[in-house]
């Protein structure tokens, strides 16, 4: 059984921080895609994902990530992760991705560097 996926938002300073927790597969990731991009598209420049709560990601939870990093650099924002637990961080790893993302330890590490 999977786990539904729960987003909730915040704001500090001028930062968005989506929080998400469960799994994000393909069942979902329309969803999740659809919710940051509204972020977005409602002005947020600086957008962070904390990943604590994040049991899995398949690779079109990776897509979604992606989208969201291209969004954000052709409206001149900035995207950063955090807290991706032991497997999480091997599919970024694996996909080659904790290269191209900005991926931080904990929320206030990430928060520093906006």
């Not at 049991?55 to 897509?63: D, H, K, P, Q």
């Not at 409206?75 to 694996?94: H, P, Q, S, W």
Request: proline share 0%; net charge negative; with cysteine.
């Amino acid at each position: 059984m999977l786990a539904a996926m729960q987003m909730t938002t915040d704001v500090s300073e001028e930062v968005t921080i989506l929080s998400l927790d469960g799994d994000l597969n393909a069942t979902n990731s329309r969803d999740v895609e659809s919710y940051l991009s509204n972020i977005i598209d409602e002005g947020n420049r600086k957008l962070l994902i904390n990943l604590d709560g994040l049991n899995y990601i398949s690779s079109a939870g990776l897509r979604v990530m992606l989208m969201a990093n291209k969004k954000l650099k052709n409206a001149e924002g900035e995207l950063k992760l955090c807290g991706l637990n032991d497997t999480v961080k091997e599919v970024f790893e694996i996909a080659g991705f904790h290269m191209i993302l900005n991926i931080y330890v904990n929320q206030e590490e990430a928060l520093r560097d906006f």
